[in-house]
Every structure is written in structure tokens, then in C-alpha cells.
């Protein structure tokens, strides 16, 4: 699928996004995933509402991935009809997107092979029980039991936008989940998974059933750190028990750092100079790693010292420096950004420039 987006990509750049589709749906039907799932995923992709008439049961699903009132569609939305009078259909009013037609059409088949696969197709939700906080343990340990998970297993929760692309199936439980981020492909894997071939995504840390809600926070933490082509893949484990500090809102809004961060980051050197800082113990090496000379960096220090009103390199500087570049990248991540058609970029990214 890869090999073709790009030379489908080469020809007409706008069917880039398209071809995504196509390889979101195949990733669901792979998974397994529910009615309710693939109606997010479409809502979710065009931007609308999306629904489904199956014998006279309606459902239809938002953008973000919540039930809406079983109304009728509108007369005149865009709808595909499907085997024995059941019709699926997104709620676009006006003038079609490029990619309506095609959204349409996966919806529709992705739904025919859920229908053909179980009598209903209203099958119980189990994995977003795993993931609740409201969740009661009895209910989590039912829910793994049910998905086929020990109750005494330990997993990781992976996260992935619906537009990420992925160059091989995987056949752990999956759904896709309405976040505070929007609507995401969530999947249950096993506990030494530390990469998976998708772009981008975050890996969550490992965890048994009982504390799957906590890997999935770091998963979408770990999510939003992602900056493809550079990192298309983040994994909560590379910063330890700061993926629980960085997983809260709150603290995130309060730390009075990150706006003098922001600030810096308006030079073009700040990302690379700050990344070096952290990843070395002196200014010299930091220059090693940058590739510039060591009076290049300390002037640079300066202007950190200044604009940050701290020494990165003294006491608690440098973890003060790291805690409030991780948060601004968070606070300003694009990764879950839907592509537009016509863009060639693979996702949107951030540079770190040096």
C-alpha cells in the first residue's frame, strides 16, 4: 500500500489523502472494528456526521466519535446503499470534499463485512472499557477476558491518528476511541512491543489489565510527540515518569515555562540547540552534537539564559528546560492534524532546526 501511495502520489498528489482512507478502512476490517468504530472513523475523516440504516435502526456518529439522536439523514446527503436495504451516509451540506466519494465508498463496504461477519453487528464495545477510568475492574477484566487478553497479561495501549499510515497489518484488538484529541485507531498489544510500522504513532507503557488506562494516556502523550518523518514512532518509555506529569492538562497550562519556551522557540536554531542541551552533560558537547563551533553555542546559552530567565546547565535548570520543551511541544503539536488533499508531505510535522 505504501509502494503505491507513492507512485500514486507522484502522478496526483491530491489522491495521496485518499489512498490513506483506503488503508485506514483495511486496517479496521483487519481489526474487527464495530459499527460504531467505522462510523467515527468516517465522521471523523470527512469532517460531518456519519450514519447507518439497518433494518430501521439508525446510528449515527460525529466528528468526535459520540452517538448523535437517531434522526434520518438529510435528504440531501451523500448516502450508499448496501445489501438488504441497510444505507450508510455522511451529513455534508453543500458541495462534496475530494474525498467524500471515497469515505463513502470504504464506509460502506467496511460496514457489509461487519454485518456479514456477526449476525447483528451491534456488537458490545469491549476495548474502550479497558481504557476508561470510569471503568470498574470487574468490567476491564470481562472486556480483556472477552477480547481474547489474560487477566494477569501486560500490554501496552498504541495510538495512532486515522490518517496514519501503516506498511503492515497488525492483528492485535483494536477500535477507535473519541478522545479529548479527536477520534483515534487504538490498539491492545503485547508488552515487549516497543515499535510498531505506522506513522505516526505512540506506544504506551506497559501495563496489566488493571492499569491499561494509564498506558493509554501515555500512549496519546507519546502520540503527540511524534514529529514524522524524523520520529514517526514514540514510545511512553523513553521518559519515565515524566509521561504521568506530561499526561495532565492542567499542569501543562500552569507551568509558567513553557510560554518563555515558545518565546525562544521563535529562533530557528532553538529546537536543534535545546535537544543537544538535553542530551549532553556540557555546552561543548552540545556543539559536537550540533555541529557547530563551541562559541556558537554558548552565545546561543546566552540568549536561552535570557529569554527563559534560568541556566539550563545549573540545579534543577536542565530538568526545568526539559519538562517545559516536552510541554510546549505537546501543547503545540500538529500531528493529529487531518492532511489536506493535494499535500505531498507524508504527515504533518514540526522541524528542530539546529
Known sequence: ????????????????????????????????VNLHGLLATAAALAGVPAGVDHAGRVTRVGPDGERLPADRAPHTAPREPIDDGTEVWIERVGDPEPNDAIILERLALA???????????????????????????????????????????????????????????????????PTTHGTLHVLVAPATTTTVAASPCGIGVAAGVDDLPRSFQSALVALRLARPPQEKVVCADQFGGLVDLLGDPATLAANPDVKAIDALLEYPWAGGTIEALLATTTARQAARTLGVHHSTVQTRLETVRTTIGFDPLQGYGRTRLGIAYLSSRLINSRVLDLPVPGDTASIPHEASNQ
Not at 496526483?12 to 479496521?28: K, M, N, Q, T, Y
Request: charged share 25%.
Open 1 to 32: 500500500m505504501q509502494e503505491l501511495l507513492g507512485r500514486i502520489t507522484a502522478l496526483d498528489p491530491s489522491a495521496s489523502l485518499g489512498i490513506r482512507v483506503i488503508a485506514c478502512f483495511d486496517e479496521l476490517m483487519v481489526g474487527q
Open 111 to 177: 460496514v457489509r463485512v461487519r454485518l456479514s461477519g456477526t449476525r447483528e453487528g451491534w456488537v458490545a464495545r469491549d476495548l474502550p472499557h479497558l481504557i476508561r477510568t470510569e471503568s470498574s475492574a470487574e468490567e476491564r477484566r470481562e472486556s480483556a477476558s472477552r477480547l481474547g487478553l489474560s487477566p494477569h497479561g501486560t500490554y501496552r495501549i498504541v495510538s495512532a491518528p486515522l490518517f496514519a499510515q501503516w506498511e503492515s497489518h497488525v492483528g492485535w484488538p483494536s477500535d477507535v476511541v
